[in-house]
């Protein structure tokens, strides 16, 4: 193995441990949602299914987005630990080039750099998908939702939605479903 070859090994297993997806070969550069219109896309939106990360190891997980100041989203995640504890994390999410609205940049800590949010494909009352990709080198860390307006989903919507990913090298069997039982999520879902 050539020293880059070893680095990306040493790199695959940190990150694997951590439970984040990562693949070999650099991001794809997807189609994104024409003519993305963030004030329709505001308001509440139930997980349904994600690649798996660290930073969402809860159930029950929504996303709320408002307007902050013009361009500007504020954005609350909140889910239920396995304890029963409620967590929520505030953000904000900017598109950086007003001529790709769906390409949003969001950050959560002001010392971390903000991770891609990528609007693929949305109706704004029904479903929405977003992906985020990042080099590391000649890898890449992979983040997908299937995000709804309701708890659940028709399963051909998130059919449709997964033969996208798909279409862009995201390995489906990564992906894992939210528990969006009404009777578990009942203290979030109202
Ligand atoms: C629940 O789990 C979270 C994350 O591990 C922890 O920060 C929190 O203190 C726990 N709360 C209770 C009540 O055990
Ligand atoms: C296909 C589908 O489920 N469409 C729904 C999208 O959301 C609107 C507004 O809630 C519904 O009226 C549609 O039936």
Redesign the pocket.
């Known amino acids: 193995m050539n020293p880059i070859q070893v680095i990306s090994s040493i790199l695959l297993l940190v990150l694997a441990a951590n439970s984040q997806v990562i693949q070999p070969g650099r991001c794809p550069v997807p189609a994104v949602q024409k003519k993305f219109d963030a004030s329709q896309y505001l308001g509440t939106w139930y997980e349904i299914q994600k690649l798996p990360n660290n930073f969402q190891l809860g159930e029950c997980s929504t996303a709320t987005y408002s307007l902050k100041s013009p361009g500007v989203v504020d954005v609350l995640n909140r889910e239920l630990l396995a304890n029963g504890t409620m967590s929520f994390i505030r953000g904000t999410a900017v598109a950086k080039d007003p001529a790709e609205p769906a390409k949003l940049l969001v950050s959560f800590f002001e010392t971390s750099p903000p991770s891609p949010y990528w609007v693929l494909s949305t109706?704004y009352?029904?479903y929405s998908l977003v992906y985020s990709c990042t080099d590391l080198g000649s890898l890449r860390m992979e983040f997908a939702w299937i995000l709804s307006?309701q708890p659940i989903l028709?399963e051909e919507?998130i059919e449709d939605l997964q033969s996208t990913l798909s279409s862009i090298g995201v390995l489906l069997d990564k992906l894992v479903s939210t528990n969006q039982d009404t009777d578990y999520c009942s203290a979030m879902h109202q």
Do not use: A, V
């Open positions: 109706d009352t029904n307006r028709p919507t």
